[in-house]
């Protein structure tokens, strides 16, 4: 078997080889090299049925119109483009925003960004499965409340929202439902004519496509308008200029109508392999499943392993690529902002795997996994202090620590 | 994160790990940390009547640069004296391990979990 073994399939996936073959023909001479702006020669022409091609298998995945689809280049950038160009937009009739704590950190930094421009916003917690309580998310809202942002997948946890319910609240009180749904397109069914979503950001590079392309849903009926973030030529509808990059647009479109094809059987296979990767982990002492165990995609498993510390045992694991936390903060020293807003103290979440399985994971990789983890595991715990203190009945908590 | 040779080295064949018998009075005992912050160090030491540290042992939860400094001091305060293991510093670890500017608090904890196995063992022994 070839290691390390690939389970981190929920920060960025493989370019499928199909999706490749696609994006190869749009580069060279001899392919669809042109500007899809040019409409004086049919290099340019080409170009252009390429993304509307591309833009309509897009719409497919999600069930809306090809032209409520904006090319971006990211999950990121339409999180910027849709929270800051609706709040600008429609600041007259109120500044008041509202998010939840387990967002990604594309969400709750624009959030930021936009208090510092004397926009309010209120975080709302999630509950201890990871899911907001709609309760608490309509009593957050106000009269002068504009946006509402709640991701459908979460990226940590894999933790699906009832975006269905939140979208109804939402346009019973006229407030624009946005929704990052970067680690949820091709994972679960999304139908646009049925949410009561107007906003939803999407991304290439999580299901098989290409990295540095991505995509916002803007509705149409009812119509939202945007403040848009970068200007220039005036492409897509003016909501975000920039020449279109062709090769990276057909790659998405390519994947996203393989995903189309292919989710349903796709899901069933992750979800056998994730009953078998938890089978073979959950009877190690003191492991905990973060996140509801049902409202949940397949792909995504984040489980604690109580008296190991998390970098040490990504360490030990050096054969399996997996992160503690998500990539983007793996950097920093800080224990999962989302582990900790379900509840999770500080060393559980210090101590927590997120395994993510996708198109290419094999049972030989997840047997391996099990093996992998079960030896870090008795390793760690051997050499671990906290360890010993549990086994001997040691409450922790009753302890003196020195903090440092 | 990209560790040294050395780091990697001790994290895989750590040195020294296990405990004491905790009732055996020639044994002091320093626990440092907090499992919050990440990382929790358990250093004992053996010292013989002539005060000098004949043994050392460590149980480390943290990091790979936790455990590799930690290891690292089990080597260094053997054959030591009390006074003599007392002057060990934290940058002398850091450097050892070519720890890097994130990981500088792990050889700050090693050096803090030396010095409370020393009081530990002065309270002890009334010295």
Known sequence: MKLPIYLDYAATTPVDPRVAEKMMQYLTMDGDFGNPASRSHRFGWQAEEAIEVARSQIAELVNADPREIVYTSGATESNNLAIKGAAQFYHKKGKHLITCKTEHKAVLDTMRALEREGFEVTYLD???????????????????????????????????????????L???????FHVDAAQAAGKVAIDLQTLKVDLMSFSAHKIYGPKGIGALYVRRKPRIRLEAQTHGGGHERGMRSGTLPTHQIVGMGEAFRIAKVEMAAENERFAKLRQRLWDGIQDIEQVFLNGDATHRVPGITNISFNYVEGESLIMALKDIAVSSGSACTSASLEPSYVLRALGLTDELAHSSIRFSIGRFTTEEQIDHTIKI???????????????????????????????? | MAYSEKVIDHYENPRNVGAFAKDDPTVATGMVGAPACGDVMKLQIKVNEQGIIEDAKFKTYGCGSAIASSSLVTEWVKGKSLDEAAQIKNTDIAQELALPPVKIHCSILAEDAIKAAIADYKSRHGS
Do not use: Y
């Open chain 1, 126 to 168: 999630v509950e201890s499965n990871g899911l907001v309580d709609l309760a608490k998310l309509e009593a957050a809202m106000r009269p002068d409340t504009t946006v509402v942002s709640i991701m459908m997948v979460n990226n940590e946890t894999g933790v699906v929202q009832d975006v269905a319910a939140i979208g109804e």
């Open chain 1, 170 to 176: 939402c346009r019973a009180k006229g407030i624009i």
């Open chain 1, 373 to 404: 983890v079960h030896e870090a595991i008795d390793k760690l715990r051997a050499m671990s202090p906290l360890w010993d203190m549990f086994k001997d009945g040691i409450d922790l908590n009753t302890v003196a620590w020195v903090a440092h």
